[in-house]
């Protein structure tokens, strides 16, 4: 059965903290995708990745960072936290070629207080 | 960029209800994907439809891609059915295999 995880559901943090989201995918995917979904904006990408130790920005990329070592990983990096990051965090994957077969992870809610 | 609009933001329908939503997107795409997010947050894909019409049991779309729109039609609403539809869309040009959602449609279907 294809399946993503994240390493959380839920998330609570403090301003200025550093934060890791941990995406892994056992699909042998190349693509890997961050989002952000928020009320009434829908998901917008923040960063995407075709292969390992390659990464592009998406559409909103500032105040993150991405790191992918191995295939089947990929972390989303909040170097210093704001309440504005407050948000739900989606992660997805497909195979190269294949974006018509995206397969997302349940989600991690993080808040920053 | 490619911009995705979609109608109605929310819907309130009572059990056994039909429903229409639709997807506007202002550029040619070759690739256009329906998911269904459940209230627990798990997005799920429901058609890959860049042109044509597909069905699935309660659930069928079509997409006119000449005219740049997607209709998801829901035929007898079960509560199960509540939850927010996205629309996806891969941009032709530009689409680099990275997907544009839209803002979603929040379906509440009341027994």
């Known amino acids: 059965d294809v399946k993503v995880t994240q390493s959380s559901r839920y998330l609570v943090k403090r301003t200025g903290e550093k934060v890791f989201l941990e995406c892994v995918q056992d699909?042998?995917?190349?693509?890997m995708f961050w989002y952000r979904q928020d009320p009434g904006l829908g998901l917008r990408l923040i960063y995407f990745?075709?292969?390992?130790?390659?990464?592009e920005k998406g559409d909103i990329p500032e105040g993150y960072s991405v790191s992918r070592e191995k295939k089947e990983r990929f972390s989303l990096i909040l170097e210093s936290a704001s309440t504005n990051q407050t948000s739900m965090y989606l992660c997805?994957?497909?195979?190269?070629?294949?974006?018509?077969?995206?397969?997302f992870g349940p989600g991690t809610r993080l808040t920053v207080t | 960029g490619i911009q995705v609009e979609q109608s109605p933001p929310d819907l309130i329908l009572q059990e056994g209800a039909n429903s229409t939503l639709r997807c506007n997107f202002s550029?040619?795409?070759?690739?256009l994907q329906w998911f269904h997010q459940n209230p627990w947050g798990q997005l799920i894909n429901l058609f890959y439809i860049p042109s044509g019409t597909k069905q699935n049991g309660r659930l069928s779309a079509t997409t006119v891609a000449t005219e740049r729109y997607s209709l998801l039609y829901i035929s007898s609403s079960q509560t199960t059915d509540s939850g927010v539809y996205f629309c996806a869309v891969e941009h032709t040009n530009f689409g680099n295999e990275k997907l544009t959602f839209g803002t979603g449609t929040r379906l509440t279907i009341i027994p």
């Open positions: 699909m042998d995917h190349e693509n």
């Open positions: 990745s075709y292969d390992v130790k390659m990464k």
């Open positions: 550029d040619s795409v070759n690739n």
């Open positions: 997805a994957s497909t195979h190269r070629g294949a974006s018509y077969e995206q397969y």
